[in-house]
T-cell receptor, first 112, second 115 residues
Framework: DAGITQSPRYKITETGRQVTLMCHQTWSHSYMFWYRQDLGHGLRLIYYSAAADITDKGEVPDGYVVSRSKTENFPLTLESATRSQTSVYFC???????????FGSGTRLTVV | KQEVTQIPAALSVPEGENLVLNCSFTDSAIYNLQWFRQDPGKGLTSLLLIQSSQREQTSGRLNASLDKSSGRSTLYIAASQPGDSATYLCAVRLINTGTASKLTFGTGTRLQVTL
């Protein structure tokens, strides 16, 4: 099915572990984005990508790593998870600047 | 730095009322403005997209306007229903800063429509 999918939907991990959140889109959109949403902070941009092999930091990149070897995939890795990274993570994609953003359903991550 | 503010932060109205949600932004150098809806525990659903050259967009009972020069947008919901209860977010797409044009989100308006 066409769209943007995130996996897993829910994840519980322990402090210090590495965890990867997956994002896949089927439109061949150039732009992809990772946001986290926390009470009191709203949506904050972690990393974004303008095309395959082009990534850039957003507002809150510390502790996260991204890669984009293929246009359709944009995984987000927490190298060593901390409790402060407990959050809901949203991936989004967009075509050129005249397009809107489309968001995935989110991944609820709990770090214990 | 672009700042996006939404007023009111929360709103409760009886079913059937027409209502207006407000969004203001400080930098008019935008490509477009997008309104989203978010239900509790769910993702963001796009409602309307207005290009910077447009004045308004309509979809069913929803109408969004954009006044770029004054940095304002409104979302008008006609004949509200309990199913409209959700948080409404506006977001502006900035003209490129860095390698991609990014969305800046407003603070949101939490709407409750009562029977």
């Amino acid at each position: 099915d066409a769209g943007i999918t995130q996996s897993p939907r829910y994840k519980i991990t322990e402090t210090g572990r590495q965890v990867t959140l997956m994002c896949h889109q089927t439109w061949s959109h150039s732009y992809m984005f990772w946001y986290r949403q926390d009470l009191g902070h709203g949506l904050r941009l972690i990393y974004y990508s303008a095309a395959a092999d082009i990534t850039d930091k957003g507002e809150v990149p510390d502790g996260y790593v991204v890669s984009r070897s293929k246009t359709e995939n944009f995984p987000l890795t927490l190298e060593s998870a901390t409790r402060s990274q407990t959050s809901v993570y949203f991936c989004a994609s967009s075509g050129d600047t005249s397009y809107g953003y489309t968001f995935g359903s989110g991944t609820r991550l709990t770090v214990v | 730095k672009q700042e996006v503010t939404q007023i009111p932060a929360a709103l409760s109205v009886p079913e059937g009322e027409n209502l207006v949600l407000n969004c203001s932004f400080t930098d008019s150098a935008i490509y477009n403005l997008q309104w989203f809806r978010q239900d509790p525990g769910k993702g963001l659903t796009s409602l309307l997209l207005i290009q910077s050259s447009q004045r308004e967009q309509t979809s069913g009972r929803l109408n969004a306007s954009l006044d770029k020069s004054s940095g304002r947008s409104t979302l008008y919901i006609a004949a509200s229903q309990p199913g409209d209860s959700a948080t409404y977010l506006c977001a502006v797409r900035l003209i490129n800063t860095g390698t991609a044009s990014k969305l800046t989100f407003g603070t949101g308006t939490r709407l409750q429509v009562t029977l």
